[in-house]
T-cell receptor
Framework: EAGVAQSPRYKIIEKRQSVAFWCNPI?????LYWYQQILGQGPKLLIQ????????DSQLPKDRFSAERLKGVDSTLKIQPAKLEDSAVYLC???????????????FGPGTRLTVT | GQSLEQPSEVTAVEGAIVQINCTYQ??????LSWYQQHDGGAPTFLSY????GLEETGRFSSFLSRSDSYGYLLLQELQMKDSASYFC?????FGDGTTLTVKP
């Protein structure tokens, strides 16, 4: 099966500019996550969707970050305006969304490496 | 809230066995997962423990003790390609990872 697709792979922007990332999940995966991973740290959850509803966005900086999942499939994450500290890899992951191991086995996309100058 | 603690670095030689520990504090427990991430790559799922005990998958095994809020990942017959970062996770909360370096 095809994996999680993300684009772009790399992005360089200046602070105060805006940027958007796109994620296409594995077919049939109901749960979609966006993570921020800073070098040397573990992935940090930004937002979790179940189908097209938000399950958890408690760590999303809502003054500058937004995300949506249209029709429960593709998702976009936007940053506006970007700050220097937003430089990180943004990972999209998906899982089946059912109980048990299928829920907790997450499949990650290749990520988008964002550099804010 | 949830937090997970794991050692930052571990070094071992090829062919050896290494254990990476993880302790967690969670407001609700849903099982402990382990992921591997090579430099520049995406995390890949290794294992999931919902119940106490040892789960074995080839050279990798994972252990969980819910009463101790503790788990570990055991890697046997280490190979150079096992050099990577290893993360424990509870649901969508990840530890900061353990960098494993395998030396010849």
């Amino acid at each position: 099966e095809a994996g999680v697709a993300q684009s772009p792979r790399y992005k360089i922007i200046e602070k105060r500019q805006s940027v958007a990332f796109w994620c296409n999940p594995i077919s049939g995966h109901a749960t979609l996550y966006w993570y921020q991973q800073i070098l040397g740290q573990g992935p940090k959850l930004l937002i979790q969707f179940q189908n097209n509803g938000v399950v958890d966005d408690s760590q999303l900086p809502k003054d500058r970050f937004s995300a949506e999942r249209l029709k429960g499939v593709d998702s976009t994450l936007k940053i506006q305006p970007a700050k220097l500290e937003d430089s990180a890899v943004y990972l999209c992951a998906t899982s089946l969304g059912m109980g048990g191991a299928g829920y907790y086995e997450q499949y990650f996309g290749p990520g988008t490496r964002l550099t804010v100058t | 809230g949830q937090s997970l603690e794991q050692p930052s670095e571990v070094t071992a030689v090829e062919g050896a066995i290494v254990q990476i520990n993880c302790t967690y504090q969670t407001s609700g427990f849903y099982g402990l997962s382990w992921y591997q991430q090579h430099d520049g790559g995406a995390p890949t799922f290794l294992s999931y423990n919902a119940l106490d005990g040892l789960e074995e998958t080839g050279r990798f095994s994972s252990f969980l003790s819910r009463s101790d809020s503790y788990g570990y990942l055991l890697l046997q017959e280490l190979q150079m390609k096992d050099s990577a970062s290893y993360f424990c996770a509870v649901k969508s909360t990840f530890g900061d990872g353990t960098t494993l370096t395998v030396k010849p």
